[in-house]
Structure formats: C-alpha cells, structure tokens
C-alpha cells in the first residue's frame, strides 16, 4: 500500500521505539489500560470502587480483587488516570493520525468499515464486520488479560528481553491465530 | 515528566504502527493467512534490532537493567494466548493497533475496542474464580528470560553465556528469518 513502510525500515523504527521506551522510562504494553478504561467508568458509577487506603502499597484499594491486586496498582491508575500508562495508549490515537495526515498509507472509505479480505469473503454488510470486531475486541482483551499481557508487552516487549513467557505467548497466539485465519478467509 | 515521555512515546507508537501497515486488519489477516509476510518479517526485524540493542546498552552501562519489567510465565500465559489469538483472527487487531486505527478514522476499530472494554470487564468479574484454578500459578522459573539481563529480580535459564551473546544470536536468527522469508505466497 502506498505510504507503508517495507519491512526493514518498518521494523527498524518499531524496534527502535519499543528500545527507547525501555531506556527512558519501561517496557511498552497496551491491555492492561483497557483495564484501567473499565475501572474509571466503573469508579464514576459507583465510587467506593476505589477507596484511598493508606494501609495498600499504592496508597488505594478496591474491593473489587483484580482492581486491588498487587498493592492496588490498578486502583491507583483508575483513581490518577492522568499516569504514564494510560497517557500513552491515549496518544497511540494521536501519532496513527498524524502518520494518516503526512501521506501515511490511507484506507478507502470501504476500507475504514471493512477490509477487502473480510469484505471479499462475507460481503459489504458493515454489521457483519461491526459484529466480527466486536466479538475479536471481547476475546483478545479476556485473553490478553488472563495471559497478563498483549502482542505488545508479552510479544514485543517480552521477547526483546529474552522473556520465556513471550516465548510461550507468541506461540499459543500464532497456533490458534494462523488456522483459525485461513479456516475463517480461506487463502485466496 | 512521566506525562510528557507517555505523550513522546504513545505518539511515536502510533505514529509507527500505522506506518508499518499494522493498524490495517488486511495485513494482519493476510499475515496470519500466511499469504503475506510484510508485517511479520517486520515484527521480527523489529524484536530483533530492540533486543539486540537493549542488551548491547546493559552491557555498555548505558541503559540501567532496572528498567525491564519481565512478565511471568504461567499456563495463563498459554491459555490466553490460545483465546487472543482467536480473537486476533476474527477481528484482524490487537489491542495496540486496535487503539492506532481509531486514530485512522476506521470505524470497525471503534467496535473492537469497545469489544475490548467488554473483555476486559468480564475478566474484572471472573479473576476470583480463574485465579482459585491455579491458572496463574508461575511455571519455567515464573519470571525467567533466557538471557543474563544484570536484574537479579529475573531467574536466568542460560546462564553460562554472557546475556548480551545470547541476546545477540537470538536477534541474527530473527533478522535472519524477518530477511529470508519470501513477501507474499501465491496460490
């Protein structure tokens, strides 16, 4: 597609960012902020969600066990959303635009509902792609959370640094990925 | 200060993905269909110069081991991959360059990531339960690399060999691979 990077100066700028992240500040991830996106609406509908807790390690808790596991790291990011984080995957929103707007590759209008593979395979109906993500959206959120990490930080981040558990993510997501992808469009 | 690196590095994130082409479902599709293998020699192009550079840098002193943060291994790990996976393969993104097509005006990026919250609400509501099934007990050493990294909070599984050599040999089999694989398969 026009605007795309090959491969090599592609995977030269991907790598140099998640190098720099690293060197700066920590390894890039991305799920857990959905998390933290859940946590805050929950918290503005019912406010004892999170509580200040002087006793936790982060100074909050929850009575809500995965929002107050590890010290009530969560609790603390939903109560502080302005926190790198959260900031970050924020932003992934700004410089995809930016990239869009300086002759970054540019999908049709057919293609912002759809891509041609999906559309090719189940037709043009926008509420049969609407659903699809939907569903993928729901899966690879549940999963990236019991793994306790996404094709970013267990991945990306992971494997940079020689983590096993990178290893045995990108495995598991490629085994079931790969067939389900040719079962579901087929390889023409 | 932290504010201002997550808005450097969140934008040039983003600014990346989209212009490698993974904020675009067709690619991702048509890398795990195994029919075109731009991204996928991308990714490992990308792990590699990372891996090999940030190993380089701990060994020169320059970037401090303190800031990896090396996730543990568990069956969770596996059992979760399997899950995202399907759903990578149904919805054509992944939690980042879901995030990144919102800032590409595509409107199914919109559905996955409120999919996503979805996801994600639910695992909020089972954690208790997935948690008492020793799912996320730690396997293989729990937090381990394969490489020495200098942290000695990560158990190390080959630790005869300086890390910056075994991260090295990793990352030349990568570019290796990201270099020989062909760009797309024909029918």
Known sequence: ?188 | MNIIYAIIFGTLFGFVLHRVGASNPQMIIDMLRLKDFHLMKAILFGIAVASSLLFIGMAAGIIPPSHLSVKASEWGVIVGGLILGLGWAVGGYCPGTGVAALGDGRKDAVFFVIGGLVGAFMYILVYGRVKATGLLESIIGGKSTLAVTGNSSYPVLIDSIPGVWVAIVIAVVFALIAWGLPKSTSE
């Open chain 1, 1 to 188: 597609m026009t605007g795309q990077l090959n491969w090599f100066w592609g995977g030269l700028a991907l790598g140099i960012v998640f190098l720099l992240a690293v060197w700066v500040v920590k390894p890039i991830g991305v799920s857990t902020q959905f998390v933290i996106l859940d946590g805050i609406v929950m918290s503005k509908i019912r406010p004892e969600v999170i509580q200040e807790n002087p006793d936790a390690k982060s100074g909050y808790s929850s009575p809500i066990s995965y929002l107050d596991k590890s010290g009530g790291k969560y609790a603390e990011s939903i109560a502080n959303p302005m926190n790198y984080g959260f900031v970050f995957v924020i932003f992934i929103i700004l410089g995809a635009l930016l990239s869009a707007i300086t002759k970054g590759p540019a999908p049709t209008r057919e293609d912002r509902t759809a891509p041609l593979v999906f559309r090719n395979r189940f037709g043009d109906s926008a509420g049969k792609r609407y659903l699809a993500a939907f569903i993928g959206g729901g899966l690879v959120l549940f999963g990236a959370r019991v793994a306790g990490g996404c094709t970013s930080g267990h991945m990306m981040s992971g494997m940079m640094q020689t983590s096993t558990s990178g290893y045995l993510f990108a495995m598991a997501a490629f085994a079931v990925a790969v067939p389900v992808a040719i079962l579901m469009y087929g390889r023409k």
